[in-house]
């Protein structure tokens, strides 16, 4: 079983950046792919970004409103993937949430594909 925690979020202004972490315990980390999704109330949970297990966890994928902007990256040593968030904008604003796939699986854009999920973690982007 593999648990999962959110940090990192906040209320920062447009254009600023931030740098969400999600730290895993449980489970062998460094055998599972890894997503960032996020969802505002009363709306469906938004795919953001996703990262293989494979190898330095290439290939990484990343939704059209977010690529550019958004980094995920992951330090196996640490039990931890990131999501670095730059240029953020008003619309960005949401609850993000990390999520595992069971070990050895593909990454998926599917939140149904993700067997553990964290709490999430509240970004507020102001204009």
């Known amino acids: 079983q593999v648990q999962l925690a959110e940090s990192g979020g906040g209320l920062v202004q447009a254009g600023a950046s931030l740098r969400l972490s999600c730290t895993a315990s449980?489970?062998?980390?460094?055998?599972?792919?890894m997503g960032w999704f996020r969802q505002v109330s009363g709306k469906d949970r938004e795919y953001v970004a996703d990262?293989?297990?494979?190898?330095?966890?290439?290939?990484?994928y990343y939704s059209e409103s977010v690529k550019g902007r958004f980094t995920i990256s992951r330090d196996n040593a640490k039990n931890t993937v990131y999501l670095q968030m730059d240029s953020l904008k008003p619309e960005d604003t949401a609850v993000y949430y990390c999520?595992?796939?069971?070990?050895?699986?593909?990454?998926?854009?599917?939140?149904?594909?993700?067997?553990?999920w964290g709490h999430g973690t509240q970004v507020t982007v102001s204009s």
């Open positions: 990262i293989s297990w494979v190898g330095n966890g290439s290939p990484k």
């Open positions: 999520a595992a796939r069971a070990a050895y699986s593909a990454p998926s854009m599917h939140a149904k594909d993700y067997t553990f």
């Open positions: 449980g489970g062998t980390f460094s055998s599972h792919a």
